[in-house]
C-alpha cells in the first residue's frame, strides 16, 4: 500500500501527531510525507519514511491567532506554497491523509489539484457543538474561510472519541463518512538525552499551548488555594501563548508558587519537565469544543504521570474510569484544589494513578493506533 500524508502545520503537536503516525503505518506500507521545510517533528520521522520538504512554514499557531500576532503577507506567501500539493499526482498514492486538520488553504488546493481523486481522509483533532462556534472567534474564522471553499470529496473523517462522532453527526455528517480511532500516546520524547530530574512532590505541571480554552486561570486560582495546605506546591508552566491578565497578576502576586516557561518547549527538555511533576494538570473548558484525546494528556500517560483534569469530554473515561487521575468541574479553582492536594498528599493514590496512567500508554501505542488506521486504508479500498 502506497500512502502519502500530509503535514500542513508546522509548530505545535500536529507536525508530532503526523510523524508518530507515518512512523507506525511505514512498518507495514510505503510512506511519503509532505511537510513544510522546517517542523517541530523535523527528528522524529523515522528512516522508514520518505519525508519531502515541499511547504514553506506558516506561523498560524493557535496562540498567534489568539493573540493577533501572525504576518499576514508571510502567511498568504506560505498558503500559496501549497499549489505544492499537485505533487501528489507524481507518487499516485493509494490513500492521501492529512492528519493535521485539512486547513481551508489545503482544501483549496487539493480541490484544485483534484487530490480527491485519490480516496482523501482527513483527521479532526477538536470538533466544535455547533458548525460556527461564535464563542471561539479564531475556530469560527477557519469554519467561515472553510465554508467558501469548494468541497471537495472526502472518503473519511476520523475523530479521536466517541463524542466528537456525535457531534458531527448532529451537523449532518453521515454515519458512513466517519471513523473513531482514538490518540496515540508521545512516547517519542522518552528517546531523547534529557537530564532526568528527581521527582518534585508538590510540583505540578502544566503543557502545552496557553489559551483561554485550556483554563490556566483556574489553575492559577487552585494552586493558591492548595497553597493554604501545601505551602511549598508549585505549578510548571510550559507553553507558547500569552498570559491572561488575571493570570498574570496571580503569578505576579503569588511568584515562590509558579515557574513559567512561556515558550514552545523543544522535544528535548519535554522529559526532564514531566520527570520532575508529580501530577499533571488539565483543567480544560470546553468554550464550544469537543476536546479529543489530548496532546498533552497523550505525553502524560507515556511518562506514566499521574494527572487531574477537567470533566469535559472523553476525559472522564480516559482518566478517571481508567484510574489514573481525577476529574472535576471546569472553571471550578476550589474542586481543582481540593483534587490536586488530595493526590500530592497520598503517595499511595498516586503511585496506582501512575500504574494506571502508564497502563494508558500502552492501550494507546502508536502500533496499535497505526493498525486502526492500516484497517481503515484498507477497507476504504475494499469498498472502491
Do not use: C
Not at 491578565?245 to 522529559?271: Q, S
Amino acid at each position: 500500500m502506497e500512502l502519502v500524508y500530509l503535514v500542513t502545520q508546522n509548530t505545535g503537536g500536529f507536525p508530532h501527531y503526523a510523524a508518530e503516525l507515518a512512523n507506525a503505518t511505514a512498518r507495514h506500507a510505503d510512506v511519503t510525507v509532505l511537510k513544510p521545510t522546517e517542523t517541530t517533528a523535523d527528528d522524529v520521522f523515522s528512516e522508514d519514511v520518505r519525508v519531502i520538504d515541499a511547504f514553506e512554514p506558516i506561523s498560524l499557531s493557535l496562540p498567534d491567532l489568539y493573540d493577533y500576532e501572525f504576518n499576514v503577507r508571510e502567511n498568504l506567501r506560505a498558503m500559496w506554497s501549497y499549489r505544492s500539493l499537485e505533487r501528489v499526482h507524481d507518487i499516485d498514492p493509494d490513500i492521501v491523509h492529512d492528519p493535521t486538520g485539512f486547513f481551508p488553504y489545503v482544501k483549496f488546493f487539493a480541490g484544485r489539484y483534484d487530490l480527491d481523486r485519490y480516496p482523501l481522509v482527513v483527521t479532526r483533532h477538536e470538533v466544535s457543538a455547533t458548525r460556527f462556534p461564535i464563542t471561539r472567534p479564531p475556530v469560527l474564522a477557519e469554519r467561515l474561510a472553510g465554508a467558501l471553499v469548494p468541497e471537495v470529496d472526502l472518503a473519511k473523517t476520523v475523530v479521536h472519541t466517541r463524542s466528537q462522532h456525535e457531534a458531527l453527526l448532529e451537523q449532518s455528517f453521515e454515519e458512513s463518512e466517519l471513523a473513531v480511532i482514538p490518540h496515540g500516546t508521545y512516547d517519542f520524547f522518552s528517546e531523547y538525552d534529557y537530564e532526568e530530574r528527581p521527582e518534585e512532590r508538590h510540583t505540578l505541571l502544566f503543557f502545552g499551548n496557553v489559551i483561554p480554552s485550556k483554563g490556566l486561570d483556574t489553575l492559577a486560582e487552585a494552586v493558591v488555594l492548595a497553597s493554604e495546605e501545601l505551602p511549598d506546591i508549585e505549578l510548571v508552566v510550559a507553553g507558547s501563548g500569552s498570559l491572561s491578565a488575571r493570570t498574570a497578576r496571580i503569578i505576579a502576586t503569588h511568584g515562590e508558587h509558579f515557574e513559567v516557561h512561556n515558550e514552545f518547549v523543544p522535544n528535548d527538555r519535554v522529559g526532564e519537565l514531566f520527570s520532575r511533576a508529580a501530577l499533571a494538570v488539565m483543567p480544560y473548558h470546553s468554550e464550544g469544543g469537543m476536546k479529543g484525546h489530548s496532546g498533552a494528556l497523550a505525553t502524560a500517560f507515556s511518562f506514566a504521570t499521574p494527572v487531574v483534569t477537567s470533566s469535559i469530554g472523553d476525559f472522564p473515561r480516559l482518566v478517571e474510569r481508567s484510574g489514573s487521575g481525577l476529574v472535576v468541574p471546569p472553571k471550578n479553582a476550589a474542586r481543582l484544589a481540593n483534587a490536586i492536594v488530595a493526590v500530592l498528599e497520598n503517595d499511595d493514590l498516586r503511585a496506582e494513578f501512575a500504574k494506571n496512567s502508564e497502563r494508558q500508554a500502552k492501550r494507546f501505542s502508536w502500533e496499535a493506533v497505526g493498525k486502526r488506521h492500516l484497517d481503515l486504508y484498507e477497507s476504504i479500498l475494499d469498498a472502491r
